[in-house]
């Protein structure tokens, strides 16, 4: 059950990806199986600068905040809209 769950609401945007790009059905449902999905609220932060990771994040909607070396980057997910500032 959580399997179809998962493909009905995040196999459309996986497949839309580089990462998936060429990859048979068979790895894409072993992937999506071992998907843990997490829902943040606006403004919330997600990974800290200094962190280090060993998980992989794909945002499948909403807006992102990037910071970089005191450079924010605006993603938006669904209109597909990256837009750059520099920092004062």
Known sequence: ??????????LKPLLQTQLMNGVRQQFVDAFLAS????IFSPGEEI???GSI???????VGGVAEV?????DSY???????????EAD
């Open 1 to 10: 059950v959580r399997r179809k769950i998962l493909r009905k609401l995040y």
């Open 35 to 38: 998907c843990k999905v997490e």
């Open 47 to 49: 990974v800290e600068r």
């Open 53 to 59: 990771l060993s998980d992989l994040f794909l945002l």
């Open 67 to 71: 910071t970089n070396n005191g450079r």
């Open 75 to 85: 993603v938006d997910i669904e209109k597909g809209i990256v837009s750059a500032d």
